[in-house]
Nanobody, 121 residues
């Protein structure tokens, strides 16, 4: 069984910064990708950023230049450094994991429990 534990959400003023983290624990054989999605009140969940293979990073236009995704392979952890935050960044942020797990090397897609980010003065 693989668990994802997220942390780092909170309340921040516009222009401020936060760093989210998501750690995958359990029998992880390899990680194909880890990423972040978010869901604002009354809106659909949307993709934010993904890191593939540990180095290749991709961003939604709305966060490009402000957010940075990175992965610590040794810790099976992905981070999202969020700078110059805006009120429209307010949402529940969800970690997404895709990799192979367990003794049978099964492919798994898993979501974190979500962490709330509120950008407000």
């Amino acid at each position: 069984q693989v668990q994802l534990v997220e942390s780092g959400g909170g309340l921040v003023q516009p222009g401020g910064s936060l760093r989210l983290s998501c750690s995958a624990s359990g029998f992880v054989r390899s990680i194909y990708s880890m990423g972040w999605y978010r869901q604002a009140p009354g809106k659909e969940r949307e993709w934010v950023a993904t890191v593939i293979g540990g180095r290749n990073t991709y961003y939604a236009d709305a966060v490009k230049g402000r957010f940075t995704i990175s992965r610590d392979s040794a810790k099976n952890t992905v981070y999202l450094q969020m700078n110059r935050l805006k009120p429209e960044d307010t949402a529940v942020y969800y970690c997404n994991f895709r990799g192979s797990v367990g003794v049978r090397d099964n492919v798994l897609t898993k979501w974190g429990q979500g962490t709330l980010v509120t950008v407000s003065s």
